[in-house]
């Protein structure tokens, strides 16, 4: 293949199919873009402002929120910029770089959850020895090693992906991933399957299994104590358990509709990335601001200190 052809621009025929609703879909990306976005800024603010929330609970909620931020961003501004040209296209470059990100956001989010799951079962199996296990350094280290970790794997099958020949650059989706640029290869690979196989072993299955094992030893706990310890254990699992759930579930779909791209309506393919892209970072901090009082007192006080400087 030529270099012409390989540097030619990969177009996303899907936007000339939305019609009159390019505008409607705009406005709606924009508000859940810009909202999830305020929110998880406010989250992240007032718990770096807030010293009484520097606690291992509230750093990873704060990593949580901005993985949401990336993901949300790597994807959202690139949709709303090609619902509104003329010519929906990015290069191969920009394409890859969307898959890096994508990849990232997928798997540390996942990966927080996971490391969240455990501080709720050292929090509520091990409480006398929470402090001693869930210290600041090492809450600091675990994430530094999800993102090292992350990173790698990401860029591996970055570097794996941009080895292929493109035959093709039409593309029947809203963004790029790594199932795009494969299916516009002039040969398929088993190399990049098998390694993208294994990225979603390492970066999905592997932490939803972790998440799975630390609940089942919280539940055996759980049991043997009073009515008044499972309520407050309930309580406080609650937001990680619907955050992981509508997480987990927004994967599913995103998955199966890989699967049956070819076979879905328009509608679908929006729903599918709405869900998987903007939903949850914009509920994610909403179901902890809701469930966890520290957070709705943290947000009060830091929001009358700014009225009140004003």
Do not use: W
Not at 138 to 167: G, I, N
């Amino acid at each position: 293949m030529n270099s012409s052809v390989s540097a030619a621009p990969i177009i996303f025929t899907i936007y000339s199919s939305f019609g009159l609703y390019n505008f409607a879909l705009v406005v709606c990306i924009c508000v859940l873009y810009v909202s999830g976005l305020c929110i998880n800024l406010v989250l992240i603010l007032v718990v770096c402002v807030e010293s009484r929330l520097h606690r291992p609970m509230y750093v990873l909620l704060v990593n949580l929120a901005v993985s949401g931020v990336m993901g949300s961003s790597s994807v959202c501004p690139t949709i709303i910029k090609h619902l509104v040209a003329n010519r929906p296209e990015t290069s191969l470059a920009g394409c890859l770089t969307q898959v890096f990100f994508i990849n990232m956001y997928s798997g540390c989010i996942f990966s927080i959850l996971a490391l969240m799951a455990y501080d709720r079962y050292v929090s509520i199996c091990k409480p006398l020895l929470y402090h001693s296990i869930m210290t600041q350094a090492r809450v600091r280290l675990m994430l530094l090693l999800v993102y090292v970790v992350l990173s790698f794997l990401s860029a591996v099958q970055v570097y794996l992906t941009s080895t292929l020949r493109l035959c093709t650059h039409t593309v029947d989706k809203l963004a790029c991933d790594s199932n795009v640029i494969a299916n516009l290869s002039c040969k398929k690979t088993h190399v990049v399957s098998v390694y993208g196989l294994c990225c979603v072993v390492c970066l999905m299955l592997l932490p939803c299994v972790l998440v799975l094992l630390s609940y089942v030893h919280i539940f055996m706990v759980v049991c043997k104590t009073s009515r008044v310890s499972q309520m407050k254990a309930l309580q406080t699992c609650t937001p990680h358990l619907v955050t992981f759930l509508n997480f987990s579930m927004a994967t599913f779909f995103g998955v199966l509709y890989n699967r049956v791209n070819n076979q879905v309506p328009k509608a679908v393919t929006v729903f599918t990335y709405i869900n998987f892209f903007v939903v949850p970072p914009l509920l994610h901090p909403i179901i902890y601001g809701i469930k966890m009082q520290e957070i709705q007192q943290s947000i009060n006080r830091v929001m009358k200190g700014r009225v009140v400087q004003l």
